[in-house]
T-cell receptor, first 113, second 112 residues
Framework: NAGVTQTPKFRILKIGQSMTLQCTQD?????MYWYRQDPGMGLKLIYY???????DKGEVPNGYNVSRSTTEDFPLRLELAAPSQTSVYFC????????????FGQGTRLTVV | DQQVKQNSPSLSVQEGRISILNCDYT??????FLWYKKYPAEGPTFLIS?????DKNEDGRFTVFLNKSAKHLSLHIVPSQPGDSAVYFC???????????FGTGTRLKVLA
């Protein structure tokens, strides 16, 4: 079972460049999340989605955008990369309400120079 | 404002002994708590959870205790094994919010 798949695994961006982090899940989960993890910090929620066509901001949404056109895919867009966005990004999905376990992808390590 | 806190960044334990990882929270609306384990270069994986209607949940070597009055939960691993060496995150959610709030993690090292 693939579960939650993130691409790419690593990326180096220059300041001001744009990129999209891809996330897809094959478990038919309605709820999907994007987190970032900075060194020594926990996972901070960037954006989440409760179903196709519905997205909402998390704790740290500035500098990011998301879309959810299908149940399977939840891409995260960085429009103007900044050094403060250097982080490890994790996508996750759950089958229902928050009172269930989340399945995580392997992460994308992004460095902005 | 850190709503979920793990005050011990690291913990070392001898193989075969008990590991106790602690987590405190401030939001009284949280009613579901989870523990995740994370190895380097991998995503977090779910370990065990507990609902606020319980004060204990057990799964093999892993037990989670919840003290609602103290807003405190702990994860006990008995006996600890070298393969348990990882970063452990606690997370909390409140019904209807669709979100998990994570702590900063505790790095557990089990010494052989």
């Amino acid at each position: 079972n693939a579960g939650v798949t993130q691409t790419p695994k690593f990326r180096i961006l220059k300041i001001g460049q744009s990129m999209t982090l891809q996330c897809t899940q094959d478990m038919n989960h309605n709820y999907m999340y994007w987190y970032r993890q900075d060194p020594g910090m926990g996972l901070k929620l960037i954006y989440y989605s409760v179903g196709a066509g519905i997205t909402d901001k998390g704790e740290v949404p500035n500098g990011y955008n998301v879309s959810r056109s299908t149940t399977e895919d939840f891409p995260l867009r960085l429009e103007l990369a900044a050094p403060s966005q250097t982080s490890v990004y994790f996508c996750a999905s759950t089958i229902g309400w928050a009172n269930t376990e989340a399945f995580f992808g392997q992460g994308t390590r992004l460095t902005v120079v | 404002d850190q709503q979920v806190k793990q005050n011990s960044p690291s913990l070392s334990v001898q193989e075969g002994r008990i590991s106790i990882l602690n987590c405190d929270y401030t939001n009284s609306m949280f009613d579901y708590f989870l523990w995740y384990k994370k190895y380097p270069a991998e995503g977090p994986t779910f370990l065990i959870s507990i609902s606020s209607i319980k004060d204990k949940n057990e799964d093999g070597r892993f037990t989670v205790f919840l003290n609602k009055s103290a807003k405190h939960l702990s994860l006990h691993i008995v006996p600890s094994q070298p393969g348990d060496s990882a970063v452990y995150f606690c997370a909390a959610s409140a019904s209807g919010t669709y979100k998990y709030i994570f702590g900063t993690g505790t790095r557990l090292k089990v010494l052989a």
